[in-house]
């Protein structure tokens, strides 16, 4: 990652494929990445307890559920994630009714 952090807005960094595999805590630059801010904006706001973060030795982490919640992201990614384990559900009650049928015309 850079040093200087290009500020990205989010509709054009992010899909919302890729906020269902971020991990628990962001790093800083992260962070601002999905808000469309700089990390010396995000590191200020962690520094006066506007984000939910924990400071770990001198890093600071943000909590991920909290940074979607806030940015109302969240609603969206529990949206796309209900609809693919759907999915998923119907294609594995589709596969298992093949192969009751192909049992059942053996």
């Not at 850079?2 to 509709?11: A, D, E, F, N, T």
């Not at 469309?36 to 706001?45: F, I, L, P």
């Not at 001198?58 to 609603?75: A, F, H, K, P, Q």
Request: a neutral charge; aromatic letters at 4%.
């Amino acid at each position: 990652m850079p040093k200087s952090i290009q500020v990205i807005p989010i509709q054009k960094r992010y899909s919302y494929r890729d906020l269902l595999d971020l991990p628990p805590l962001l790093k800083i630059e992260e962070a601002a990445e999905i808000l469309g801010t700089s990390g010396h904006n995000v590191r200020n706001r962690c520094i006066r307890g506007e984000l939910d973060a924990v400071k770990v030795g001198s890093i600071w982490r943000v909590n991920t559920l909290s940074l979607l919640l806030m940015t109302g992201l969240y609603d969206d990614v529990e949206s796309i994630r209900t609809i693919e384990d759907e999915h998923r559900e119907a294609e594995r009650a589709e596969r298992h009714s093949v192969v009751r049928t192909a049992a059942w015309l053996a």
